[in-house]
């Protein structure tokens, strides 16, 4: 199984920018999606973004497609977040994930998953 360690969260001013980092370590499969979920107080987990490691396709949640990019690195098996123009309601605690294979048809739905990361706390302040 692959072992997923988010990093990069803090405490950030409203329009700010923040990167988050999802390294990726163990029994790791390129034909995988690797996601991006959030979970805010009192919420469900909301897709927030996907790439798939060797294709190279993207998609993006509704909220965050004009403001948030996803990439990743070969060489560090790491995944990245950039978030920009942030906003109070970007706050949760954000979550790194796996699904293998390589339709994209559920890659919105949380259930779908493999194996998730510790999560790591963005807070976005006004």
């Known amino acids: 199984q692959v072992q997923l360690v988010e990093s990069g969260g803090g405490l950030v001013q409203a329009g700010g920018s923040l990167r988050l980092s999802c390294a990726a370590s163990?029994?790791?499969?390129?034909?995988?999606?690797m996601s991006w979920f959030r979970q805010a107080p009192g919420k469900d987990y909301e897709f927030v973004a996907a790439?798939?490691?060797?294709?190279?396709?993207?998609e993006f949640g509704n909220s965050v497609k004009d403001r948030f990019t996803i990439s990743r690195d070969f060489a560090k098996t790491t995944v990245y977040l950039q978030m920009s123009s942030l906003k109070v309601e970007d706050t949760a605690v954000y979550y790194c994930?796996?699904?293998?294979?390589?339709?994209?048809?559920?890659?919105?739905?949380?259930?779908?998953?493999?194996?998730w990361g510790q999560g790591t706390q963005v807070t976005v302040s006004s």
């Open positions: 994930a796996t699904k293998s294979g390589s339709t994209n048809n559920d890659i919105k739905d949380f259930s779908r998953y493999d194996f």
């Open positions: 163990g029994r790791f499969f390129s034909n995988s999606f």
């Open positions: 790439i798939h490691w060797i294709l190279g396709e993207t």
